[in-house]
């Protein structure tokens, strides 16, 4: 069994920056894609960043240039780097990995709020 165990988020002002991390409970096994996905009250859960583990990122459009994500292969963790956050940033943030085999691993999820 795989843990992915978040940590960061918080309650931050517009403009503001917060970094959330993930690690995986053991390494040892092929992940292929780690990423953070959130979903607000009321929405659908939306991919934000994702990153494969040669080193691919894929971002929301809205995040782009505001967000970054990074990955340690060896450690199996991987960093969501948020700036200049706005009120529509608000929501829960969940850590998921994937294997080569397709398998989903996904974290408890951590509230990110952004005060106006």
């Known amino acids: 069994q795989v843990q992915l165990v978040e940590s960061g988020g918080g309650l931050v002002q517009a403009g503001g920056s917060l970094r959330l991390s993930c690690a995986a409970s053991r390494t040892g096994f092929n992940i292929y894609t780690m990423a953070w996905y959130r979903q607000a009250p009321g929405k659908q859960r939306e991919l934000v960043a994702s990153?494969?583990?040669?080193?691919?990122?894929n971002y929301l459009n809205s995040v782009k240039g505001r967000f970054t994500i990074a990955r340690d292969n060896a450690k199996n963790v991987v960093d969501l780097r948020m700036n200049s956050l706005q009120p529509e940033d608000t929501a829960v943030y969940f850590c998921n990995a994937q294997t080569l085999t397709g398998i989903d691993y996904w974290g408890q999820g951590t509230q990110v709020t952004v005060s106006s």
């Open positions: 990153i494969r583990s040669g080193g691919t990122t």
